[in-house]
C-alpha cells in the first residue's frame, strides 16, 4: 500500500509499504507512533491497525530499477500491481496473476474504485504494463488469468 490506498490490517497481514514520496515514510513513522500526519496530496489515514513486527518497506532503488528496466521508463512510474509483480518474479518460485489489466472498454480500475471518476490523471503506462505481463505469460515465467471481459 501507500497512504493514499491505506486501510487497517488484520494481525497476521503483512504491510508493505511502496514509498512513493519522502511523506510516504513519514506517514508510516506517524501512523507507527501516533503522531500527525494526516495529509499528503490528499488526505490519508492518520492511524492505522497493522501489526508492527510485520512491516516491510520497499527500497525506493527497487522502484527505479522496476521503472528503468521493467516499464523501460515509461509513465510517470509504476503502478503498485506492477511493482507487487515484478517483486514477486523475484522472491517467488511461481506467479500467477489474477485481476490485472483493462476492461473490453480499455478501462483500467483498482478493485476499492472506478479509476476513470478519478480527479488525478493515470501516471503510469497501464498499456507497457500489460504488454510486459503478457510477454512474462507467454514466455512461462507467470501463469496469467485473464477472466471474463466485462
Known amino acids: 500500500m501507500y497512504p493514499e490506498s491505506a486501510t487497517n490490517l488484520k494481525n497476521n497481514t503483512r504491510l508493505v509499504l511502496v514509498p512513493f514520496k519522502i511523506i510516504d515514510l513519514q506517514w ?11 495529509h499528503t ?25 522496476v521503472y528503468d ?25 511461481e506467479v500467477n496473476v489474477y485481476g490485472y489489466g483493462a476492461n473490453s472498454k480499455g478501462e483500467w480500475k483498482h478493485y476499492w474504485e472506478n479509476i476513470t471518476d478519478s480527479p488525478y ?8 504494463e500489460y504488454n510486459t505481463i503478457l510477454k512474462l505469460d507467454d514466455i512461462g515465467k507467470i501463469k496469467l488469468y485473464k477472466g471474463i471481459k466485462t
Open 41 to 65: 496530496y490528499e488526505s490519508v489515514l492518520s492511524t492505522l491497525e497493522f501489526n508492527k513486527a510485520k512491516v516491510l518497506v520497499y527500497h525506493p532503488a527497487f522502484i527505479k530499477y
Open 69 to 93: 528496466i521493467w516499464t523501460e521508463k515509461h509513465g510517470r512510474y509504476p503502478s503498485t500491481g506492477f511493482l507487487v509483480l515484478i517483486f514477486a518474479l523475484h522472491v517467488c518460485d
Open 28 to 38: 508510516l513513522i506517524s501512523v507507527a507512533t501516533k503522531s500527525k500526519v494526516n
Open 121 to 128: 490523471p493515470s501516471v503510469h503506462s497501464g498499456d507497457s
